[in-house]
């Protein structure tokens, strides 16, 4: 079992990287539980909405909530979030050779949403890939106990890491610890 996590420095660029790497795993037959993030645009708003899709294929669960446009706070929908969760724990639960969480965020830091699946999924012996931002590093290294490995954002480099013992990636690359 490995843990793996990256992060990227543009606002919401690393959910489209996550999905990507879950498209091209799947593709190279790895089965996969978890949760990828798209964000679909509300027309007449700054904000988006925030979907989860259960891996390997679906359901998708709303994780925002529309707080109204002068809001400031939080929009994670928790009931979305446990409910995507839920569903996950499930999927483990058939097996599955890597858990992609797009996020170990607030809720993870504070021993909820996905950490239950994380701590699930390497206890399986069930590799594991999350992404992190720096407010929520520290708590996932804490978590983590120390174990783990930070790629780089890189598509790549992610993919090459979920499957390593095949030697038809051009790459090779173990990215860095």
């Known amino acids: 079992m490995r843990l793996a996590w990256t992060k990227t420095e543009g606002r919401g660029d690393l959910d489209p ?11 190279h037959g790895l089965r996969l539980a978890g949760v990828v993030q798209v964000n679909v645009e509300r027309p007449g708003s700054e904000r988006c909405d925030m979907d989860a899709i259960v891996l ?3 359901p998708t669960f709303r994780i925002s909530q529309s707080l109204g446009a002068a809001s400031r706070g939080c929009r994670l929908d928790p009931r979305g ?17 890597l858990l992609i969480v797009n996020k170990f965020g607030k809720q993870e830091a504070l021993g909820r949403g996905f950490r239950p ?14 992404g992190v931002n720096s407010l929520n590093l520290g708590a996932l290294r804490a978590f983590s106990d120390g174990v783990g490995t930070a790629l780089p954002p890189d598509r790549d480099v992610l993919v090459a890491w979920a499957r390593p013992d095949r030697s038809d990636d051009a790459s090779g690359s173990q990215g860095a610890g």
């Open 17 to 27: 990287l996550l999905y990507d790497v879950a498209r091209d795993l799947q593709a």
């Open 56 to 58: 390997p294929n679906g």
């Open 81 to 97: 979030l446990e409910a995507a969760v839920g569903t996950t724990m499930a999927r483990l639960e058939d097996g599955a050779d």
């Open 117 to 130: 699946a994380i701590a699930a999924a390497l206890e399986r012996g069930t590799d594991v890939l999350v």
